[in-house]
């Protein structure tokens, strides 16, 4: 049996449910494949991908509901009938209402010799379950029968293989439903979808493959995605090239402003990041309290501190402004805090029109007056997201892409939204781009303040703010990978930073052999 993919061979496009739904129809109307030709081909590689997986399961479960899922399910049953494969099929659903394509799956079936029961109580002995219960229209929460089969499916020691998508499991936002499957391996069919990859997604999917039944690829032209899979070995390609004359002043002078006292490990870790990713000059700007001690682990940053009034330590009232006329990006906000001190700080900042990336207290200073513009980088986790859009942390949670959509769409530039599966959207049409690397060991102080350091590094390297975004947040995710080779638990951004450098060395060496 072929092997499940790897999901570097996934395909980049993603889609909402009803978007898939679309191509569906299109592909039967169109191309005149019937639809009891595309739930054969669902079944039979959902088959395929379950024998790759488990070659030695000896029997299997399948709890079917009475919809296309279930159709899917009924396949893959008979399937597995033939092939001599033990198979219990339990029933969820009104199935004297099965209509269609499903109603014909289950009848071909029972024609083949399969049983089916109705569903009470998962059997203890499930060597392996199959999850063809609700398929990817659900938007409603789980309850009663399908919420007890979700929840003793989680406390079964089987692994579970999900149709399309683990039941419970909102297809365009990776919301839980109340509960959600867990599986080990999801395949998705026809067009992958968005909430596969952001939201809870990630915790519910396992592995994911996919298998696009056949469907002509024109049939695809009909839907603009509305997302893309983003990854470390794809975006590495977009660095910027370095001539070997290249000196420091062509590499970019990156400022990072912020660390109000007290506050003095957010800016220091955003300007390590941004040298290690390759700026060719990083200064801070920064309290006076700190300012003398913050670079003594790391002489080669520039530190300025920064007095009470907002001006650099015994200057002329124009300095500030003097020496961000020299950068070429800023990372502002990271330690910045809400005081005088820090409003001042970002008044002038913003003032100065230069490229920037704006985090943490920048954020928040921003939601309380909005304004607009194009040539920054905002990198809210939903926290700070709810607070630019004036709503709460779960209705960000609930639509992760419509959310990134309309702070893009309120506050210009490019919006990072942080979290499982970051989110990054641009200007206009392009679909939001969905970063599928990183680990649950980057949750930890810090690891925010070195993205941001990330971003502006590459801005200040001349890449174009969307692309430095998503470069950027690959970067990032995959140097939090490679740290984490020595385990997730206790990982910190330090350790992340530490990998950076490795990491864009690898890229150089591949480089250097292509050419």
Known sequence: ???????????????????????????????????????????????????????????????????????????????????????????????????????????????????????????????????????????????GRWADAVAQCNAARAPVLALDIPSGLHADSGRVLGVAIEAAVTISFIGLKCGLFTGRGPDYCGEVCFDALRVPALIYASEIPAARRIDWPQQQQLLPRWRRSAHKGDLGFVWVVGGDAGMSGAPRLAAEAALRTGAGRVAIVTHPAHAAALNLGRPELMVHGVAETGLLEATPENALETALSRATAVALGPGLGQGAWGQALYRRVLAAAIPLVLDADGLNLLAQAPQRREDWVLTPHPGEAARLLGCSVAEVEADRLGAVRRLQERYGGVVVLKGAGSLIQGPGLRPSAICIDGNPGMASAGMGDALTGIIAALLGQGLEPVLAAEVGVCLHAAAGDRAARRGERGLIASDLIAALQPLLGLTERRAEGRA
């Open 1 to 143: 049996m072929r092997p499940l993919p790897d999901t570097q061979q996934l395909p980049r496009a993603l889609y909402r449910a009803a978007q898939v739904r679309a191509l569906d129809q299109a592909a039967i109307e169109q191309e005149g494949i019937a639809a009891e030709q595309l739930m054969e081909r669902a079944g039979a590689a959902a088959f395929s991908a379950l024998r790759a997986r488990w070659p030695q399961a000896g029997s299997i479960l399948v709890l079917a509901g009475a919809g296309n899922n279930g159709g899917d399910g009924y396949v893959l049953a008979r399937l597995a009938h033939r092939q001599r494969l033990g198979v219990r099929l339990l029933t969820l659903g009104e199935h004297d209402r099965l209509s269609g394509p499903a109603l014909a799956a289950a009848q071909a079936y029972r024609d083949a010799g399969g049983s089916v029961e109705a569903f009470t109580r998962l059997p203890p002995d499930a060597e392996l379950i199959v999850d063809a219960m609700l398929g990817t229209g659900l938007e409603r929460p789980v309850s």
